[in-house]
């Protein structure tokens, strides 16, 4: 498959980013205060522990080896997404930790924890988001997923519980705790940056009035719209459903179309990670209104 240079230059910026992000939640707050990690980090953390080996350059053995083994077993594409976090993720860690103040924020545990997951879901977010991979830990889960069959988020789970595990040895129950906690935080910020300025919300409409309703819709927020057949539950009378899909921002506009047609219409709303399609990934293309001069 050939390879768009052009759009995998625009991914640059975010895994640059990403990567700087993840590296100072990394030196700022994981290592000060102790926590345990997951993924590459983690067992970053316990090599430096065992073995007299600073943490960006365990990094680098690790990204370095996992790098080859990843190109081996998937493809030069695969490796093409990695190569620039497997490169600068450890320079990162690096950098920072030549900058003593960014090692002496605080010794409040918590706060470490919480700034922690934040940075790191931050970073790995951003990478993710742009369809690259920070590399590391990925690999072998993404190895295993495709040669074996293997549920893959049940794999990078198993390998970041093992990984979590190995590290409590060292670690006092505080620190364990917090580092579990830092952990969730970090999956829950990592969601909601893979879904921001995704979510849409989704609307189904039940009312006698649904055509006129639908054609509101279409003309003044020039959104798409869906008629359903439905059988209402009490009477078993046929109704029609308009389901139309809109931005959060046009969700008070909505409520005022309808409820201007129909104050008395059933509205459910939802909320949805993502929609695809025209005007929505992709430029809708505007409708001639009668008397409209394009």
């Not at 927020?221 to 078993?236: I, K, N, P, V």
Request: with cysteine; glycine share 10%; net charge positive.
């Amino acid at each position: 498959m050939k390879i768009d240079w052009k759009e995998e230059g625009k991914k640059v910026p975010f895994i640059v980013a990403g990567n700087a992000i993840l590296a100072l939640g990394v030196v700022a707050f994981i290592v000060p205060g102790g926590l345990i990690s997951g993924g590459a980090t983690g067992l970053a953390l316990l090599i430096s522990h065992l073995l007299p080996v600073d943490i960006s350059l365990a990094l680098s053995a690790l990204n370095f080896v996992l790098f080859f083994v990843g190109a081996a077993f998937l493809g030069r594409r695969f490796a093409l997404s990695t190569l620039l976090s497997s490169v600068l993720y450890p320079l990162f860690v690096k950098l920072f930790q030549s900058v003593p103040a960014l090692t002496t924020f605080t010794d409040n545990i918590l706060l470490q924890t919480v700034y922690s997951g934040l940075l790191v879901g931050l970073g790995v977010g951003l990478v993710l988001r742009v369809g690259s991979s920070t590399g590391g830990m990925d690999i072998p889960p993404v190895i295993l997923h495709e040669k074996v069959g293997l549920p893959l988020a049940g794999l990078m789970y198993g390998f970041d519980t093992v990984i979590l595990l190995c590290q409590i040895g060292y670690s006092s129950a505080e620190q364990v705790l917090f580092g579990v906690l830092e952990v969730l935080i970090s999956a829950l910020v990592m969601s909601r940056v893979l879904l921001l300025g995704k979510s849409q919300t989704q609307a189904m409409i039940i009312s006698p009035k649904y055509q006129e309703i639908s054609q509101a819709i279409q003309e003044q927020l020039e959104r798409g719209t869906t008629l359903l057949a439905a059988t209402t539950g009490y009477l078993l009378a046929n109704q029609q459903v308009v389901m139309a899909v809109v931005s959060n921002r046009e969700l008070a506009r909505l409520k005022s179309v309808v409820t201007a047609i129909d104050p008395q219409a059933f509205m459910v709303l939802s909320e949805v990670g993502e929609v695809r399609g025209r005007g929505f990934s992709f430029e809708q293309e505007r409708r001639r209104r009668p008397g409209q001069i394009r």
